[in-house]
């Protein structure tokens, strides 16, 4: 169920991240919006990829 939940609050916040840089049109962003969510998106994976690196049970 989390795993649900964490899909939809991702998508959901990729979406608004885009909303931002609406580029007139319906369905057209700008190259800024997409740079910066997945930017984001980015910065997000390293961190938890940093904080698995932590987690005392995998050195055992």
Request: charged residues 10%; positive net charge; without cysteine.
């Amino acid at each position: 169920m989390l795993i649900y939940l964490g899909v939809i609050v991702f998508q959901w916040g990729t979406g608004a991240v885009l909303d931002l840089f609406s580029a007139g049109a319906a369905g057209y962003y700008k190259e800024e919006g997409f740079l910066l969510g997945f930017g984001v998106i980015l910065l997000i994976q390293g961190w938890s990829f940093y904080q698995i690196t932590k987690v005392r049970a995998f050195y055992k």
